[in-house]
């Protein structure tokens, strides 16, 4: 027992999830959430909203034998959910902490990280806004995180979620490229030796322009070939097709400390693809309406990191 005791404490576990649409039932003044509040299109209802919770906490508690130290969350809407989520769920002894940030982002989704504080000290944290370029929505604002962890390592931590590519990837590529630059010339104001994170869903593959302006910094797609423990090839299915959108950044001191990282594949986050075939993240909502029993349409990005 005290065996696997120390194994476990020998690694700092990071964890990243798109939620899809983790959203209450009540409408968010100025927020374009009607979808989701009582008798809306989505068909939400309190039971599965409560079920949409202790769905997302089963999948969190499935990624590792451990206990995630952190958690990376997208398409989390309000400090209400993350309180539910942290205080009230199958996640409610779990002793997670969590910040999040509240963007002007026009359907009202944030990002948010939970964390330990038994494994990570919070030191100060920040958000960064991002100025919208021509034909550009409000976006999610980025959470920063400075911390220190048992290890004795500080941290630097940026939690994104670029916008999407529903007008096509070539029409909103400028607007990706906008939330890199802020993402850059933040990390440019650190000092050139820190330790830095950078995690969530870019809206992007492994070559796109945005994140080779990422890795232009220096910073290490460790994500890059990540596969599923049961071999599924992406954190998100289009088509029949397995990419990733989830990405994990790191800079080089920090990445040569990466011990594992792979897709939380469990069979229960699966379902048949009937349109493709062989089988794609079990997600909340198809056209609208709600999948009973459903997880997020994304698939859990898992990251272990050796500490010293």
């Known amino acids: 027992m005290l065996a696997a005791l120390i194994f ?13 649409n983790l959203f209450d039932t009540r409408h968010d003044v100025g927020k374009e959430d009607k979808d989701f509040v009582e008798g809306g299109s989505r068909h939400w209802t309190t039971a599965r909203y409560w079920q949409k919770l202790n769905s997302i906490g089963k999948e969190i508690l499935s990624c590792s034998d451990e206990l995630p130290d952190m958690v990376a969350l997208c398409e989390v809407e309000n400090d209400t959910v993350l309180h539910d989520l942290t ?10 902490e969590y910040l999040m940030t509240e963007s002007p982002d026009l359907r009202g989704i944030d990002v948010a990280l939970l964390y330990r504080p038994s494994t ?3 030191l100060c944290y920040d958000f960064l806004s991002v100025p919208p370029c021509t034909g550009m929505n409000s976006t999610r604002d980025i959470l920063y995180v400075k911390g220190l962890t048992l290890s004795h390592d500080t941290i630097h931590i940026f939690v994104v979620h670029a916008p999407s590519r529903t007008s096509g990837e070539l029409a909103t590529r400028p607007f990706r490229m906008t939330v890199a630059n802020v993402v850059c010339e933040a990390i440019e104001q650190l000092h050139e030796d820190a330790k830095i994170i950078l995690v969530g869903d870019f809206n992007d593959y492994v070559n796109s ?8 910094l220096g910073l290490i797609n460790v994500s890059k070939n990540a596969k599923g423990r049961h ?14 959108l989830d990405h994990i950044f790191m800079s080089p001191s920090l990445s040569e400390r990466v011990d594992t990282v792979y897709i939380n594949d469990a069979d229960f986050l699966l379902e048949k693809d009937d349109d493709y075939g062989c089988h794609r993240p079990f997600r909340t909502f198809n056209n609208k309406r709600t999948k009973r029993g459903g997880f997020s349409d994304h698939l859990p990005l898992v990251v272990r990191i050796r500490k010293k």
């Open 120 to 122: 990570l000290s919070v």
């Open 231 to 244: 071999g599924v090839g992406g954190t998100y299915r289009y088509k029949g097709y397995w990419q990733s």
């Open 8 to 20: 476990l404490s020998s690694f700092l576990t990071l964890v990243e999830l798109n939620c899809e």
């Open 209 to 216: 322009p945005a994140l080779k302006r990422y890795e232009s």
């Open 87 to 96: 205080r009230r769920s199958l996640l409610r002894n779990a002793g997670y």
